[in-house]
């Protein structure tokens, strides 16, 4: 069955520190990706990868990297995590060249004291 | 880039009655676009995908049209009911295939 998992689901962290989101797909997909997902904002694109050894910047990267070191695994790194980083964080996975849409994980609910 | 609008951010109709959302974007070469629920504390599931045509797909009490000429993409619930109440996003995959742009989302509330 197709899967997107997240981990950790919930994480705290504190401002400064480090922060690793990790991601993992089993459905052979090219693609992947990280949201963010904030109220009056919709999900906005922070990185996207389109194979492995990829990543491409989204819409906001400022303050994230990203590493897709396979095909199966796509992470998103807080080097100097900030308050204004708490956010919800979905990671997707997706097909390049065919009309199947993205599939989601279940989100990773950040939060930066 | 590609850039999606989506309207209204909040929707409130009587359980029976037809509600509309609406998506327009930006990039004429955009082909595959998508629709998805998202209840809360819930993730993305997939509600209906549609493609490069002037077209309409029914789903399960769905109806969505596209129109490229417009560059709109539609979302119509025809009698909508309390399990409808959820958030609701469309999607646009831009041209060179890889990003996907969302729009600000839909609230939706079905009042009994």
């Known amino acids: 069955e197709a899967a997107v998992t997240q981990s950790p689901r919930n994480k705290v962290a504190v401002t400064g520190g480090k922060v690793t989101l990790s991601c993992n797909q089993t459905?052979?997909?090219?693609?992947m990706y990280w949201y963010r997902q904030d109220t009056g904002h919709g999900l906005r694109l922070i990185h996207y990868?389109?194979?492995?050894?990829?990543?491409e910047k989204g819409d906001i990267p400022d303050g994230y990297k990203a590493s897709r070191p396979s095909q199966e695994n796509f992470s998103l790194i807080l080097e100097l995590a900030t308050p204004s980083q708490t956010s919800v964080y979905f990671c997707a996975s997706g097909p390049t060249y065919n009309n199947q849409a993205p599939l989601f994980g279940e989100g990773t609910r950040l939060s930066v004291l | 880039g590609e850039q999606v609008e989506q309207r209204p951010p909040h929707l409130s109709v009587r359980e029976g009655d037809s509600a509309v959302i609406t998506c327009t974007y930006t990039?004429?070469?955009?082909?595959?676009f998508f629709w998805y629920k998202q209840e809360p504390g819930a993730s993305l599931q997939l509600l209906m995908k549609v493609f490069s045509s002037t077209e309409i797909n029914e789903g399960q009490g769905f109806t969505v049209l596209l129109n490229k000429k417009d560059k709109r993409l539609s979302l119509n619930l025809t009698a909508a009911h309390p399990g409808d109440s959820a958030a609701y996003f469309c999607?646009?995959?831009?041209?060179?295939?890889?990003?996907?742009?969302f729009g600000k989302g839909t609230h939706l509330h079905v009042l009994p």
């Open positions: 459905n052979n997909h090219n693609n």
């Open positions: 990039d004429p070469n955009s082909y595959y």
């Open positions: 999607a646009v995959r831009d041209t060179n295939a890889y990003k996907v742009i």
């Open positions: 990868s389109y194979g492995a050894g990829s990543t």
